[in-house]
Structures are given as C-alpha cells and as structure tokens.
C-alpha cells in the first residue's frame, strides 16, 4: 500500500513539475515558431488541449490555477523582452485594475495577462469582447432564470450603492455572484489561434 501511495506521489510531483513545463514549450512553439522544432500547428493544438483543460477545471472549481497562468505570463515577458515591444503592459494594466475591482477573480485576470503576454493584438481583444457577450449573457440569464421576481431588490440594492457611494462589490458579494468566464476567455484564445493558422 505504501509502494502505491510513494508512486502516486511520485506522479504528481512529476505532473506537477511538467506540466508548466509544457504550457511554457507550446506558448514559445507559437511566440517563435521558427526558433523552437515544435511545428506550430502541434503547438496551437497543445494550447486548444489546455484551453479546454482550464474552461473544465474552472466550471468545476471556480479557479485557474497558477501552475497553468505562471508558465503564460513569463513567455509573454520572453516576447516582450525578444521583440522589444511592451505593449502588453497597456493590457495588463488594464486587466490588473478589473481585478483590484473586483470586476473578475485573479485567475481570470492572470489568464488574460498571459493571452495577451503572448499576443498583444487589438483581434484578440475583439474576439475576448464577443466571446463574453455571445457566452457570457446566455449563462447569466441561465443561471438567474428562476430569479426575475428580485429584479426589484437587485434595483433598490443599485439605489442603495447609489446613495452609500459604495459602488463597487464587496468581496464576500463577489465571491456570492462569481462567474466562470474562463471559457469564454480560452474561447477567445482558441479562435485567435486557429486563425492564425488558416492565416498560414
């Protein structure tokens, strides 16, 4: 029981160990496609595969873990530092005060910093923009279908951060009304990559 136990133990430190490890080999398999023997269509394949690794994990848990955001957000600094563009910083900026605003979770935040660590293009942006809509309403109306009759609750609560001037959530209110958009994110990443692709 023990040999089992000592082996799985085993396998989760190497898991745990290479799968950052992974993330960072297919981000640079896309950042310099020439420079890395990973052909780039094998890369964009590996990022779809996590894409859909996080949007599963998030809707089960509620997070993105670091172990998957980490390896992004430093190839993105590699980008960044190899291309001499800081771009991205406008980005994350951006994406910083969203979370000190308690407008997104911090997993979320670090995973647009990574998306857009690795690539600071205004198309993303776009894509990310329509994929909350197209994505992120019909969830919202899913998830308060049953609740239309505290509409009027929800407005005297909107008056009454009106009045108090306390217009931003509070951390237990937006840990109550979370959403998982992460999908929607590696939505937005996923169709970013594969038209890059048909862009080849």
Not at 84 to 96: A, E, H, P, Q, S
Request: proline share 6%; with cysteine.
């Amino acid at each position: 029981m023990t040999q089992v136990l000592s082996a799985r133990r085993l396998f989760e430190r190497a898991y745990e160990m290479l799968f950052p490890v992974a993330i960072a080999i297919c981000a640079l398999g896309l950042v310099f496609p020439d420079a890395l023997p990973i052909p780039f269509p094998i890369a964009v394949v590996g990022m779809v595969a996590l894409f859909i690794w996080i949007s599963i994990n998030d809707f089960k848990t509620r997070r993105v873990p670091n172990v998957v955001t980490y390896p992004l957000i430093l190839v993105g600094i590699v980008r960044a530092v190899a291309f001499r563009d800081g771009i991205f910083l406008l980005y994350w900026v951006v994406f910083f005060t969203l979370w000190t605003a308690r407008f997104m979770g911090g997993g979320d935040a670090k995973l647009l910093m990574g998306l857009f660590g690795l690539f600071p293009d205004f198309q993303l942006a776009w894509l990310v923009a329509l994929c909350i809509l197209v994505t992120g309403l019909p969830y919202l109306a899913y998830k308060y279908r049953h609740q239309w009759r505290t509409i009027p609750r929800a407005l005297q609560r909107m008056l009454w951060r009106l009045v108090t001037r306390q217009f931003l959530p509070s951390q237990a209110e937006f840990e109550k009304d979370a959403v998982p958009y992460a999908f929607s994110f590696c939505l937005a990443g996923g169709v970013y990559l594969l038209t890059r692709i048909v862009r080849l």
